[in-house]
């Protein structure tokens, strides 16, 4: 009897990448074992030896695609300004997204309400938000956002880079370099709104 087929980091990344064009082109509900492992040429028992199960490679995914979006908010440096540290978490969130075009609906799955807050893809999806929220703290405690709080500016802002995101993998935005300019001017346009006493009326 012959040893068991060994499934190492190529066959691991293939699968991955397979899976992740699945999401892309139908989203997840269209990803199956049986398909991932056709796609990459190998059995389904690749498959469940490295991940379990359908959920378990849609999982580790999601890690994925959180990973970046964390790595990318984190690096960027804290600033004695927040407004000035502001443009650059944008920045990292379209470099994030960027990087990761084909899971960034994925991401998106996993922010909703009434997400289990123990789980540990949330906690890492959570860190990306942590990271903005506290330049948010800081500015809201040097009272760069009059008559607002923390979650109403988080939540324009989030609004803004989720839409901008969406529209520019969509190919909606036009080349790179006119993206950007996008991403720059609306970027200066909502700060600049958030930092005016809003008007009467919800914010």
């Not at 028992?45 to 970046?68: I, P, Q």
């Not at 123990?118 to 800081?138: G, K, M, N, Q």
């Not at 405690?141 to 839409?163: I, K, Q, T």
Request: proline fraction near 6%; hydrophobic fraction near 45%.
């Amino acid at each position: 009897m012959g040893r068991p087929r060994e499934h190492g980091a190529d066959t691991r990344a293939a699968l991955l990448a397979a899976a992740g064009e699945l999401v892309h082109a139908e989203g997840p509900a269209a990803v199956s074992v049986r398909r991932v492992a056709d796609a990459v040429g190998t059995t389904t028992r690749a498959v469940y030896s490295l991940f379990g199960d359908k959920e378990g490679l849609l999982r580790e995914l999601s890690v994925d695609v959180a990973e970046t979006m964390r790595r990318h908010h984190e690096a960027v440096p804290v600033c004695d300004d927040p407004l000035a540290e502001l443009p650059l978490l944008v920045a990292g969130y379209r470099a994030a997204a960027l990087e990761r075009p084909k899971l960034y609906d994925l991401f998106m799955g996993m922010v909703h309400a009434g997400a289990d807050p123990d789980d540990p893809v949330f906690r890492l999806v959570y860190a990306s938000f942590e990271r903005v929220l506290h330049t948010i703290r800081r500015g809201l405690d040097l009272g760069l956002f009059p008559g607002r709080d923390e979650f109403s500016v988080g939540r324009h802002l989030f609004a803004m880079v989720h839409g901008l995101a969406s529209l520019e993998l969509r190919g909606i935005l036009g080349d790179p370099g006119t993206a950007a300019q996008v991403w720059s001017r609306a970027t200066e346009a909502t700060l600049t709104g958030l930092t005016t006493p809003p008007s009467a009326g919800p914010n």
